[in-house]
């Protein structure tokens, strides 16, 4: 609901608690640290955000196996933060310690392997280094295309990103196609005055 502030002040309670009877690198610990990382992260607080992210996985890591789901959670939530905060060489390494688990742990079509693609693809757009952006754009939504309905908003990023990536090294007429495709898309299933819409159409 966007109440960060109610949010926080839960988790917190939550935490407290988990603290006083749970052994220190309890895997609880690990999630209360996790969801109070997502709210500052979703308030733009990126510090406070990296510090609870990295006491979740400093928890994950003694506690559960170094492929479990959590932990590659872990290192995209951190990952994610660097990303905003345009640190994009630590971004990418932290995206890269998660993919190479789902590489080894998921089908070749997982939507966690396309999510992790998208990232690192979104990194080296940001990087600018285009080519490789558009890659991992690719096997991303080859994957979405594959597993998702036709109509997804995952598809519709999809879409989107790739349109970025060739408006950048000027094929404006693919990135055109690429940008209606995610329009098309999210005039079927977002509110009219949706902010993605809004870029779509700023795109175009």
């Known amino acids: 609901m966007g109440e960060y502030s109610k949010a926080l002040s839960f988790y917190e309670k939550a ?8 052994p220190p690198n309890h895997p609880d610990l690990a999630s209360s640290y996790n969801n109070i990382g997502g709210v500052y992260h979703n308030m733009g607080e990126h ?5 609870f992210y990295e006491k979740a996985l400093q928890i994950e890591q003694k506690s559960l196996p170094s492929n479990h789901p ?6 995209n939530n951190i990952g994610m933060v660097y990303h905003n905060m345009g640190e994009y060489s630590k971004a990418l390494s932290f995206y890269e310690k998660a993919l ?3 590489e080894k742990t998921l089908s070749p079509n997982h939507p966690s392997l396309a999510n992790s693609y998208n ?13 490789k952006a558009l890659s991992f754009c690719d096997k991303a939504l080859e994957i979405r295309q594959k597993t998702l309905p036709r109509n997804h908003p995952l598809s519709a990023n999809s879409y989107n990103n790739i349109g970025i990536m060739y408006d950048k090294i000027g094929q404006y007429s693919k990135a055109l196609s690429f940008y209606e495709k995610a329009l098309e898309i999210r005039q079927k299933t ?11 159409y700023n795109n175009i």
Do not use: C, Q, W
């Not at 959590?70 to 290192?75: A, D, E, G």
């Not at 977002?190 to 779509?200: G, I, K, R, V």
């Open 15 to 22: 935490l407290e608690i988990f603290e006083k009877n749970l």
């Open 47 to 51: 510090s406070k955000a990296l510090s």
């Open 70 to 75: 959590h932990v590659t959670s872990s290192y």
């Open 100 to 102: 190479e688990i789902f």
């Open 119 to 131: 990232n690192i693809g979104t990194v080296y757009g940001d990087m600018g280094e285009y080519s």
């Open 190 to 200: 977002l509110p009219s005055n949706h902010p993605d819409l809004a870029a779509s």
